[in-house]
């Protein structure tokens, strides 16, 4: 690059993703294909519209790409084109979901979503968000006793409140979901299921999880998340709700679509329907309930209990040391967490109770069990001992070098 400020800057990063244990459950390491495809020229095209109803010329390849990574994301998910459809324009997991609501739901109607504090996220409706003003949450959480979901509360709430829409999926929530039962709940009341897989779609896509698509309406997904692809989005809906999530997408909340950024995801949707990608689906949990029944057994309240998916929650105030604390201890030995909240955390958002740990992104180094361990003695160690071992943990990330 000639720019070489921001090309040291870029070498920096990859210096430091090779250099430090990536544990955010959220974020994952890429293919060189899928980086090929995002930094192609297919970024310098405008193509607003839809494949054959575009508002620019020139879009002659730009329709067969779209249709492609249309068609791949179907086929990942195991879904009939007859019955299901996808939207791939949406720019990430934010708008997203805002145009499911946009298009479904009239504003001022109520949303039943997650608490942001229970393991919900900032678009399930939460007040300082858009979609909490222009709609109403119906707010949920999970049981304070077994800290997972109550069904039978879940229907009480949804009968007494009546959303229009329930969001299930969430990002730090450790356990399997029963969508059956949602199912059940969503059609008591008349509302849509909509599932937000953003976390675990690529668990879906590899076999790993059950899928959702049996029971909601409306499934959308980020693409960088367990999915393994460029950062972005999608949205699957029945066949008779595609115009209506169509119109909201383009026109109603995106100008011309990122092109280089669907190709991308076309690239990793064919990369997730590879037989390798089940076998990384499968690992991304092994590893998760490794890093869980270790940590476990060094003393560790993991939240819940354990984990059935690719993330756990660690309660580190349990051992008097805030999330916050835990963070930057762990950051200074080259181990990237996030401080999160808890179920009922008494503690605030900025310095709560506890850190979130997930898998995808070392298991996509080839970790597994085995470096597992390894990963929560460091853990304990620099927690509990404050001991430095930047350079163990330097030792183990340049035995598993990121490939792309
Ligand atoms: N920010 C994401 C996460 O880390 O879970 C959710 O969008």
Known sequence: MKDIQIDKLIKREAQRQNETLDLIPSENFVSAEVLKALGSVLTNKYAEGYPGKRYYGGNEYVDQIEDLCKERALKAFKLSPKKWHVNVQPYSGSPANL???????????KIMGMQLDMGGHLTHGHKVSFTGSAWKQVPYGVDQKTEVLNYEALMALAESEKPKLIVVGYTAYPRKIDFAKFRVIADKIGAYLMVDMSHFSGLVAGGALSSPFKYADVVTTTTHKTLRGPRGAMIFCKVDLAKSIDRAVFPG????????????????????????FKSYAKQVILNAKALANELKRLGWRIVSGGTDTHLLLVDTFARGISGKE???????????????????DARPPMDPSGIRLGTPALTTRGMKEKEMAVVAAFIHRILMEKVNIKGEVQKLCKKFPIRA
């Open 99 to 109: 145009a499911v609501y946009a298009g479904l739901v009239p504003l001022g109607e």
């Open 326 to 344: 835990a963070n930057d201890l762990l950051q200074e030995n080259g181990i990237i967490v996030n401080k999160n909240t808890i179920p009922f």
């Open 253 to 276: 909340l995106q100008g011309g679509p990122h092109v280089n950024q669907i190709a991308a995801t076309a690239v990793a949707l064919l990369e997730a329907s590879q037989p390798a």
